[in-house]
């Protein structure tokens, strides 16, 4: 959750620098794109190319043709799906606005950090609701127009289980301790303490191992072999639980290992990712649907772009 939270404080203070520079570096507010019966004059589509790319500079890329056709498609099927919305009276409640507001204050930022954004990104907050009540709008729409997708049958769910079998699977994982040491005698010397006294492992890990867990008395929790560096990985998966491996070199010292426990790989159960493909079939049948629906969009719906506008377009370094 407090990585949720930081995420959206970076995104608000994102947008309003972003914002911020597009209004002040602006020479004019020409036309650039009409779709439909929206314009949107050059200051528009800057802030919203800048946004698409987070502050990161474009200048030089988007004098390259297919660089800029593909942003521009993005741009234009934005708002292709807005002016549906228009035609079709979908609009977005001040209620569902006010609901979404309150999940993000709420949840993720305090109104003094959210304030702080808008003074040091010289933006209102009307600028950023504006945007923020666009991106609402568009998923709504979005959600009208799939909504009598069928999801997919039982026997389509099981196709995909039985084709994506490796998506389905898990490796065997064990959990082991490990003593590190930095030189081929300090680990031999520790090998022989264990020898002579047994169940010594935690306390000498802690004394003397130099790897990060050597606190918890060197446990390294559930760990598949292909996430070990290979001399490691070849040395533990091949030890019986239980027993104290010889030293062993690896690029980090020198180790010596025991393997506490083992959890043997297998194959999630169909039951227990029902749900799971069912979303994700659904979610890529919506998104086949939504490409054609807005290509129809294009041939309905009229577009001109103004390249002219567009060439005298200009960025912030």
């Given at each position: 959750m407090n990585n949720l939270r930081y995420f959206?404080?970076?995104?608000?203070?994102?947008?309003?620098?972003?914002?911020?520079?597009?209004?002040?570096?602006?020479?004019?507010?020409?036309?650039?794109?009409v779709i439909g019966s929206e314009k949107i004059s050059i200051?528009?589509?800057?802030?919203?190319?800048?946004?698409?790319?987070?502050?990161?500079?474009?200048?030089?890329?988007?004098?390259?043709?297919?660089?800029?056709?593909?942003?521009?498609?993005?741009?234009?099927?934005?708002?292709?799906?807005?002016?549906?919305?228009?035609?079709?009276g979908i609009k977005l409640s001040e209620n569902e606005f006010q609901a979404a507001m309150k999940v993000i204050n709420n949840d993720y930022i305090e109104e003094s950090a959210f304030r702080e954004a808008l003074i040091r990104g010289y933006v209102d907050q009307s600028q950023w609701q504006r945007r923020f009540r666009e991106r609402l709008l568009v998923k709504k729409i979005i959600k009208i127009v799939t909504e009598n997708i069928a999801p997919p049958e039982y026997d389509e769910i099981k196709e995909y289980y039985t084709t994506n079998h490796n998506l389905f699977t898990f490796p065997q994982t064990i959990k082991f301790r490990q003593i590190v040491t930095s030189t081929k005698k300090e680990a031999g010397d520790?090998?022989?303490?264990?020898?002579?006294?047994?169940?010594q492992m935690s306390k000498l890990a802690k004394k003397y191992s130099i790897a990060p867990e050597a606190r918890e008395g060197g446990?390294?929790?559930?760990?598949?072999?292909?996430?070990?560096?290979?001399?490691?990985?070849?040395?533990?998966?091949?030890?019986?639980?239980?027993?104290i491996s010889p030293v062993i070199k690896t690029p980090y010292g020198y180790h010596i290992f025991e393997v506490i426990s083992i959890r043997p790989g297998g194959r999630i159960a169909l039951h227990q990712v029902l749900s799971e493909i069912k979303t994700k079939i659904l979610d890529k049948r919506k998104q086949s649907f939504c490409n054609q629906w807005v290509n129809r969009l294009r041939k309905k719906i009229t577009i001109h772009v103004y390249d002219d506008v567009l060439d005298s377009l200009e960025f912030c370094k």
């Amino acid at each position: 959750m407090n990585n949720l939270r930081y995420f959206h404080i970076a995104w608000w203070i994102c947008f309003a620098f972003i914002c911020g520079c597009s209004i002040l570096n602006s020479k004019d507010d020409k036309i650039a794109l009409v779709i439909g019966s929206e314009k949107i004059s050059i200051v528009t589509l800057k802030d919203d190319l800048e946004f698409i790319f987070d502050g990161i500079n474009i200048a030089n890329s988007f004098k390259e043709e297919a660089f800029r056709k593909s942003l521009l498609k993005q741009i234009i099927d934005h708002y292709l799906i807005l002016e549906y919305g228009n035609k079709n009276g979908i609009k977005l409640s001040e209620n569902e606005f006010q609901a979404a507001m309150k999940v993000i204050n709420n949840d993720y930022i305090e109104e003094s950090a959210f304030r702080e954004a808008l003074i040091r990104g010289y933006v209102d907050q009307s600028q950023w609701q504006r945007r923020f009540r666009e991106r609402l709008l568009v998923k709504k729409i979005i959600k009208i127009v799939t909504e009598n997708i069928a999801p997919p049958e039982y026997d389509e769910i099981k196709e995909y289980y039985t084709t994506n079998h490796n998506l389905f699977t898990f490796p065997q994982t064990i959990k082991f301790r490990q003593i590190v040491t930095s030189t081929k005698k300090e680990a031999g010397d520790l090998k022989k303490q264990l020898q002579q006294k047994k169940n010594q492992m935690s306390k000498l890990a802690k004394k003397y191992s130099i790897a990060p867990e050597a606190r918890e008395g060197g446990i390294v929790n559930w760990v598949a072999e292909n996430n070990l560096e290979e001399s490691m990985a070849k040395a533990v998966f091949n030890l019986p639980v239980g027993k104290i491996s010889p030293v062993i070199k690896t690029p980090y010292g020198y180790h010596i290992f025991e393997v506490i426990s083992i959890r043997p790989g297998g194959r999630i159960a169909l039951h227990q990712v029902l749900s799971e493909i069912k979303t994700k079939i659904l979610d890529k049948r919506k998104q086949s649907f939504c490409n054609q629906w807005v290509n129809r969009l294009r041939k309905k719906i009229t577009i001109h772009v103004y390249d002219d506008v567009l060439d005298s377009l200009e960025f912030c370094k």
